[in-house]
């Protein structure tokens, strides 16, 4: 199949997928309107899953002297990369957001990211990693829609200048489809407003679309350190737009698990 029909076949097919997930989860919820994308950004959250024991150098090299390049050469950019600061089982996880403007952007990156023969060229080590000694172990990959609230990433003055910083990521998971958008409107209603106030500073706050362990939202705020993310997260949970957003019945039964990770970037992160 020629290039051209190719990225065309792909972009049409990535498209009807989320737009059909769009539809079928948007019974009486306005967090995902299909006509009112405008202006929102698409992220994809990929989690890079290594053995006990192992390291991610190699990844690490790719991602900064290939990757990163590559897409912020696509206009694709800031791209974050974060590892756990408690890792489990002694088997690290390399998280990687990358922001794209357009689902046309995401559903064509890979492919222009493989004709390009810079990126071919420093990322070759990796790339042709014989199979006898791969690169990671597996990749999980989640398509995310930005919220309405807060259409495109923000980056806070602390992590515009890479100053030290931690992050905390977290899912919400729902019951169902309906109850997860209704977790969504809660955000758009208050939540994401006075997580800024208080200085939590918010990161993204995308929707889920395409992934495992449907339906959640995944989201994530900021700190500059450990101590004074959580001075802002007491602030949030005593704040009365919260107390008030929490009592309100529209918003009951709207979460079934929350999976928090405190995360740091590595030294190639653009976040």
Known sequence: MPTMKRRTFLKTSVAASVLASLGSANVGARAADPKDLSGREFY????????????????DTYLQK??????????????GVFTEMEMKDNAPVVYVLIPYPSLESFATAALRLNADPEYQKAGVEYLQTPKANPAFLRIDSWLLLAFAGMPKLELPAYCKEKQPRIFEMRTYESHSEVKALNKVEMFNAGEIDTMREVGLGPIFYGQTLLGSELPHLIYMTSGENREVHKEHWSAFGKHP???????????ADNMTKATPRLLVPLACSQI
């Open 241 to 251: 737009t919260w107390q008030k957003l929490k009592a309100d019945p529209r918003y």
């Open 66 to 79: 290939a990757m990163i390049p590559g897409l912020n050469r696509l206009g694709i950019k800031p791209i």
């Open 44 to 59: 994809e959250l990929r989690a890079y899953r290594f053995k006990p024991g192992s390291n991610h150098d190699l990844l």
